[in-house]
């Protein structure tokens, strides 16, 4: 409702704000995506996460950093809930963050993020290595 046409323009890392003085798309945009809950064990049981890979994307996409922060729960609607992430880190550039902390759960998740102004981001995989851990403690 501003009277503004917009059009995407893949070369630009910002938002065209109207309070970006510069305008040259310098304004942050907050991305992010989450990946849960995701079952890491059978119904009733707790998986024990030994390894998750985080890489992102190459080729021809530009990728500045990602950030990734890593929830666990008993129960999905406990993932979904939590505010408080197990692990976090950032992965730069075209790589990959190998996260080696074990913990167990039933029930995994994950938020790839990026809030950093002139910055953007891709993400190939990621992969979850998980192993039947015992019964869900009540």
Request: proline share 2%.
């Amino acid at each position: 409702d501003d009277g503004y046409l917009r059009t995407y323009d893949e070369t630009m890392k910002g938002d065209d704000l109207s309070g970006d003085a510069a305008g040259d798309g310098g304004g942050i945009i907050n991305s992010y995506v989450t990946l849960f809950p995701q079952r890491i064990s059978e119904p009733g049981y707790e998986g024990k996460v030994n390894k998750i890979t985080i890489t992102t994307g190459g080729g021809t996409r530009d990728t500045d950093s990602l950030d990734y922060d890593v929830y666990i729960s008993d129960t999905a609607q406990g993932a979904l809930d939590s505010t408080t992430a197990i692990v976090s880190g950032t992965v730069s550039g075209v790589d990959r963050a190998v996260i080696s902390e074990r913990f167990a759960g039933a029930f995994l998740g994950i938020k790839i993020s990026n809030d950093s102004a002139s910055s953007s981001w891709s993400l190939e995989e990621v992969v979850t290595e998980a192993v039947p851990a015992g019964r869900v403690r009540e």
